[in-house]
């Protein structure tokens, strides 16, 4: 029987209820929350050890090269990267993982969990992993599920045939029912009651068992999904799914489609501390409040303050708060958002109106990541911006050109290799080079540190689809930014 075990991070979504640190460009999983370290990050050391195998990661086009880099720069390389042309919710995500790992190794155990969890003790949450082996490898599915120590809204629950034991020793036994977010009365009955776990979304299986729950319980998606992956295309060390049988599939979480209607469910208790970062209150709760309550993060003082959050994103800032009692400040250079630390599962509605005003920052960080680096804009004008443009060591930005602007790039840190036409030449720090309006050029950064130079775009159109591509390492299209 196996017991080597597969993990498979689910790596999508947009985290609205953490805005504005979390957009859909740039969502939570890759953000420094809690530690020195992206959730996504951490979430992938947690699942790396004896016993486990490199893990499989499901994601969007846009944050592959994201995840890729990351994984890097704590010393990791995944078995394969799975893209999703677009989010489907969990269960196409899950089942194509299954598949793609079924095909490698029948059998094989899989472990699901989502990539923007926090849970401290990495060791005691493996042991956990490995105690539920016996149950996957007998034909269970099986959940873990957290000791609640609040009557939380937020989370769904697990409904157990009784009560674990007063150790929560990790047993698994049957589970009775999955539970929808409560409101909190019921959250609170089931919290008194005892024989209720949160629902931690955290899965354990066989690749064979979730396949014939597929089969059993949503045949049509397994078609699809089954098709997606056998049509899936090689994209530079990326496996692509297949847009037009993905476009066919319904959006179901895992739990609508298989969980909540299968007979082979058992759940593992894990006692240990663990969040999902679901808010903003989570974030104060997690990150250590002092004796006050008060949580500071980044150039944020707090003055006469209690049970209050207040976060800084960027070293320029000041943020001040005086006198407040439970609330939330977080202030980043293009949106700052207060609120009562009670409305935290309400922040998404500020996206939702930012998104019917049409304003970017609902869902577009001032910093915009790209396969090569990073830029952001510094300033803009009705006929120029100025940007901050850091590109990675090796990297290269496309061969490419503009009908509507030309540019000035001035290098400040590293050198630069620039191509213009047919003209090839490095330029140091404190030179500068200009591209005039449809010059065929490139970027490209042949050292070994992070390379930073200032860009001044001048003309009648600056946006970023101003680009005809001829030549990019990274493969991508006419329509891709950047």
Excluded at 456 to 467: A, F, K
Aim: hydrophobic letters at 45%; aromatic letters at 8%; glycine letters at 10%.
């Amino acid at each position: 029987m196996p017991t080597e075990v597969h993990p498979l991070l689910l790596c999508g979504g947009s985290g609205t209820r953490l805005w504005p640190l979390s957009r859909k460009s740039y969502p939570k999983q890759f953000a420094q929350l809690t530690g020195d370290r992206s959730l996504f990050q951490a979430s992938a050391q947690r699942l790396t050890g004896e016993g486990f195998a490199a893990p499989m990661i499901v994601t969007g086009s846009d944050f592959r090269f994201v995840v890729k880099e990351q994984l890097a720069d704590v010393g990791l390389a995944p078995a394969s990267i799975l893209i999703e042309p677009f989010g489907r919710n969990t269960a196409p995500a899950i089942l194509a993982g299954a598949l793609a790992l079924e095909a490698q190794s029948s059998g094989a155990l899989m472990l699901v969990a989502p990539s923007d969890h926090v849970v401290p003790d990495a060791a005691g949450f493996r042991k956990v992993v490995e105690a539920a082996v016996p149950a996957a490898n007998s034909g269970q599915l099986v959940t873990f599920g957290i000791r609640p120590d609040r009557a939380e809204t937020g989370y769904g629950w697990l409904e157990l045939t009784s009560a674990p034991s007063d150790d929560f020793a990790p047993v698994a036994q049957p589970l009775k029912a999955f539970v929808e977010k409560p409101d909190a009365a019921t959250a609170q009955t089931m919290l008194d009651d005892g024989n209720y776990l949160w629902n931690a979304g955290i899965f354990l299986f066989s690749t064979t068992t979730l396949i014939d729950a597929f089969a059993k319980h949503a045949p049509d998606m397994l078609a699809g999904v089954r098709a997606a992956v056998a049509e899936a295309q090689d994209d530079i060390g990326f496996t692509r799914l297949d847009e037009v049988a993905w476009d066919g599939l319904e959006g179901e979480s895992i739990d609508y489609a298989v969980m909540e209607k299968a007979d082979n469910l058992s759940v593992i208790p894990y006692r240990g501390a663990w969040s999902d970062l679901g808010g903003w209150d989570a974030v104060w709760r997690d990150s250590n409040p002092d004796g006050d309550g008060v949580v500071t993060n980044g150039p944020a003082t707090a003055i006469d303050c209690r049970n209050t959050l207040l976060r800084a994103e960027d070293g320029g800032q000041a943020l001040i708060g005086i006198g407040l009692d439970d609330l939330i400040a977080v202030a980043m250079p293009d949106a700052v958002l207060v609120a009562h630390k009670d409305r935290a599962q309400d922040v998404k509605l500020a996206v939702a109106t930012l998104k019917q005003q049409e304003a970017p920052q609902a869902e577009t960080l001032p910093r915009d990541y790209r396969p090569w680096g990073w830029f952001e804009s510094l300033g803009t004008g009705t006929r120029f911006q100025v940007k901050r443009i850091v590109v990675n060591p090796g990297a290269a930005l496309s061969l490419q050109s503009h009908k509507h602007r030309a540019e000035h790039w001035i290098v400040v840190e590293g050198t630069a290799k620039v191509t213009i036409n047919d003209d090839v030449k490095l330029i140091e720090e404190n030179q500068s080079v200009y591209i005039p309006l449809g010059a065929i050029h490139r970027m490209e950064n042949p050292g070994d540190v992070p390379m930073v130079l200032i860009e001044v775009q001048t003309g009648s159109y600056l946006g970023e689809d101003d680009i005809t591509r001829y030549e990019d390492i990274y493969a991508r299209g006419q329509g891709a930014k950047g």
